[in-house]
Nanobody
């Protein structure tokens, strides 16, 4: 349940851009807030950005503010993460997830609020 599939990762040079997609299967995404997270080798999973179910609230990690933009298209059942001015330190596997319970519509960036994760999509920023 709440099956989400990430896509759009790849290899880019520093300063380049990628647009990640988080697509829902089997349910309507409009009821859920969505968080984007990333995990680099040897590091804990960290919150990158989130968006509330309505799109009215967004939040970003300090490290990506001004460079990343989260958005959603509920008609297409997709949440996007536009990543510009990419840096080598952005290299990680990126995941999207929806919180459960009473917080399911909210913008949440704490990984502990999420119970399951998909395969993610690899983002590599290197010259």
């Amino acid at each position: 349940q709440l099956q989400l599939v990430e896509s759009g990762g790849g290899l880019v040079q520093p300063g380049g851009s990628l647009r990640l997609s988080c697509a829902a299967s089997g349910f309507r995404l409009n009821y859920y807030g969505i968080g984007w997270f990333r995990q680099a080798p040897g590091k804990e999973r960290e919150g990158v950005s989130c968006i509330s179910s309505s799109g009215g609230t967004t939040n970003y990690a300090d490290s990506v503010k001004g460079r990343f933009t989260i958005s959603r298209d509920n008609a297409k059942n997709i949440v996007y993460l536009q990543m510009n001015s990419l840096k080598p330190e952005d290299t990680a596997v990126y995941y999207c997830a929806a919180p459960g319970g009473a917080a399911q519509a909210m913008c949440i960036m704490r990984p502990s609020q999420f119970g399951s994760w998909g395969q993610g999509t690899q983002v590599t920023v290197s010259s």
